[in-house]
C-alpha cells in the first residue's frame, strides 16, 4: 500500500492566523487525495477531493474559500485553514487513493485554535 | 437512512472469542467495501477489501459480503486486547469515494 505522511502533526494557533498541512505520497503517484475532518468521538468527514492539476471538489457545506486545497504535483496536497476560529480545531486527515479504491491514511494533524 | 449504518457498540468480547462487526448500506450500485481499524488518537488503517458476495479470509479476519442483503460483516477470530480499536466500514457509492459508517468500538478484555 502506499505510504503517506503528513506536517505537522501538531499545530496550536491563534484565531484569526492561516494554517497549511501538507499531506505527501512517498511511494505512490496519487492523482486523487481527499481530504477529512475528524471530531471527538465522531466518524470520519470527507471535507474535499483534491485532484492533482485541477479544483478540488468540495463537499456541501464546506466552505471552498476558508479551506483552500491544492494539488501541485502527483505526491503532494495542501490544505489551508484560512482564518482558522476555534470551531475549526479538528482532527484533519489525509488520504490516497490506491488500486481497488483502497484509500491509505495519512498520520493526520492535530489543529487547535485558542 | 444513513447511507452507511454501523452498530455503534461498544461491543465487548473477552480474549480469544470471535467478534462480529456488523454493516448495512443503502446504495444498490455499491461495488467496493472497505474494513478500517483505528486506534485512539491514530488514523484509520486498512484491514480488509471486498468487492465480490461472499467470504475473504486473511489470517484471523473475515469480511463477508452479501450484495442482495446489502450487508457486509467483519469476524476477527481470537481476539486479542490489541484488537480493541474503532472499526470503521467504508463503501465506495461514488467513483473513488468512500462514504464512512460512523464506526464500532471494540474491546478485547483480557
Known amino acids: 500500500g502506499a505510504v503517506v505522511s503528513q506536517h505537522p502533526s501538531w499545530v496550536i494557533c491563534k484565531s484569526g492566523t492561516s494554517v497549511k498541512i501538507e499531506c505527501r505520497s512517498l511511494?505512490?503517484?496519487?492523482?486523487?487525495m481527499f481530504w477529512y475532518r475528524q471530531f471527538p468521538k465522531q466518524s470520519l468527514m470527507l471535507m474535499a477531493t483534491?485532484?492533482?492539476?485541477?479544483?478540488?471538489?468540495?463537499e456541501q457545506g464546506v466552505e471552498k474559500d476558508k479551506f483552500l486545497i491544492n494539488h501541485a504535483s502527483l505526491t503532494l496536497s495542501t490544505l489551508t485553514v484560512t482564518s482558522a476560529h476555534p470551531e475549526d480545531s479538528s482532527f484533519y486527515i489525509c488520504?490516497?487513493?490506491?488500486?481497488?479504491?483502497?484509500?491509505?491514511f495519512g498520520p493526520g494533524t492535530r489543529l487547535l485554535v485558542l | 437512512q444513513k447511507e452507511v449504518e454501523q452498530n455503534s457498540g461498544p461491543l465487548s468480547v473477552p480474549e480469544g472469542a470471535i467478534a462480529s462487526l456488523n454493516c448495512t448500506y443503502s446504495?444498490?450500485?455499491?461495488?467496493?467495501f472497505f474494513w478500517y481499524r483505528q486506534y485512539s488518537g491514530k488514523s484509520p488503517e486498512l484491514i480488509m477489501s471486498?468487492?465480490?458476495?461472499g467470504d475473504k479470509e486473511d489470517g484471523r479476519f473475515t469480511a463477508q459480503l452479501n450484495k442482495a442483503s446489502q450487508y457486509v460483516s467483519l469476524l476477527i477470530r481470537d481476539s486479542q486486547p490489541s484488537d480493541s480499536a474503532t472499526y470503521l466500514c467504508?463503501?465506495?457509492?461514488?467513483?473513488?469515494?468512500?462514504?464512512f459508517g460512523d464506526g464500532t468500538t471494540l474491546t478485547v478484555k483480557p
Open positions: 488520504s490516497v487513493q490506491g488500486l481497488g479504491e483502497t484509500q491509505y
Open positions: 511511494d505512490f503517484q496519487a492523482t486523487t
Open positions: 483534491s485532484n492533482e492539476g485541477s479544483k478540488a471538489t468540495y
Open positions: 446504495d444498490r450500485g455499491s461495488q467496493s
Open positions: 471486498i468487492y465480490s458476495n
Open positions: 467504508a463503501v465506495n457509492t461514488n467513483a473513488g469515494k468512500s462514504t
